[in-house]
């Protein structure tokens, strides 16, 4: 049976018991609107630890867009529902007013991480994130933490933040979890028509495809193409195609400049915002 808590005290008293009782704690951070990526996210967590945490809340600090926020899906009943066959033992789900009792004015520096791609069409969405990451790893203290590889800055920022304040916690990348077709699995894709549903397919055929050919192309040529094939379909606007280092995070000029590289795009379908990459080499 899952505990579903509410209130910061209530939650760390949860787990400070566990931690005493000498269990490892795995926590699995999400916004709610709970699909298979998240689960399977949590049921690593659970093969890989003795006690999970699942925290639902949608951070406002994050949205630079309120509609954005507004249209975020809130589906508490059926993520809680969904959670239950993953074997999570707590669910962490506070309110906005737990989290943030006056607001949070901390300022983090990620250098040059946060000046491209999300960070630099989302101003303050990474502050947002780093914020509400760091609070939840103080309540939740966890050994691992498991973060999806879809959102691949967010990953790089928060493995940032957490070498920045020698946190003790093992940051753990998860693989992107597709639907069958090859789209990446994201709560925003129930805001999809049928129609931009399955012309969102467009986003990973361009990228498959790129990742077989890419080294017939410079990194800037290959920018070009995918963003080329994505416009094809006059129902997307593409924000960014951007091909970077994988740890820095930078463009490059030559494939010979980087150790591993990953294309990275977003784009909007009507007015949902999506996001995918892969990893070329
Ligand atoms: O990836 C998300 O769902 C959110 O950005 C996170 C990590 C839960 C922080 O609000």
């Known amino acids: 049976m899952i505990n579903l808590l509410n209130t910061i005290p209530s939650t760390q008293a949860a787990i400070r018991k566990e931690?005493?009782?000498?269990?490892?704690?795995?926590?699995?951070?999400t916004m709610g609107a709970l699909h298979e990526g998240h689960l399977v996210l949590i049921r690593r967590a659970v093969a890989e630890n003795d006690?999970?945490?699942?925290?639902?809340?949608?951070?406002p600090i994050q949205f630079n867009n309120p509609d954005d926020l507004a249209k975020y899906p809130r589906t508490l009943e059926t993520d809680l529902k969904m959670l239950?066959?993953?074997g999570c033992h707590l669910v962490f789900a506070p309110s906005a007013e737990e989290m943030y009792p006056e607001p949070d004015r901390s300022e983090f520096d990620f250098g040059k991480l946060d000046k491209v791609m999300e960070g630099k069409?989302?101003?303050?969405?990474?502050?947002?994130?780093?914020?509400?990451?760091?609070?939840?790893?103080?309540?939740?203290?966890?050994?691992?933490?498991?973060?999806?590889?879809?959102?691949?800055?967010?990953?790089?920022?928060?493995?940032?933040?957490?070498?920045q304040l020698n946190l003790p916690v093992h940051i753990v990348p998860c693989p992107i979890v597709r639907e069958p077709d090859g789209l990446a699995m994201s709560s925003r894709?129930?805001?999809?028509?049928?129609?931009?549903r399955s012309e969102a397919l467009i986003i990973f055929k361009a990228l498959s495809g790129i990742s077989e050919n890419y080294s017939w192309f410079i990194p800037d040529g290959v920018k070009q193409l995918v963003r080329g094939e994505i416009q094809e379909s006059p129902l997307f606007r593409v924000e960014y195609v951007d091909v970077v280092d994988t740890e820095t995070l930078q463009p490059f000029e030559d494939w010979n400049d980087v150790e591993h590289a990953?294309?990275?795009?977003?784009?909007f379908i009507g007015s949902v915002r999506l996001i995918d990459n892969i990893k070329l080499f």
């Open 121 to 163: 069409f989302r101003p303050g969405h990474f502050n947002g994130v780093a914020i509400v990451v760091k609070k939840l790893f103080e309540i939740v203290s966890p050994h691992k933490a498991y973060f999806g590889e879809k959102d691949f800055q967010q990953l790089a920022i928060i493995k940032n933040m957490v070498s």
């Open 51 to 59: 006690f999970v945490v699942v925290s639902i809340f949608v951070n």
């Open 84 to 86: 239950e066959s993953t």
């Open 262 to 267: 990953v294309v990275c795009v977003a784009a």
């Open 19 to 29: 931690i005493g009782n000498g269990k490892t704690i795995g926590f699995v951070p």
């Open 189 to 196: 894709n129930t805001r999809l028509s049928p129609k931009e």
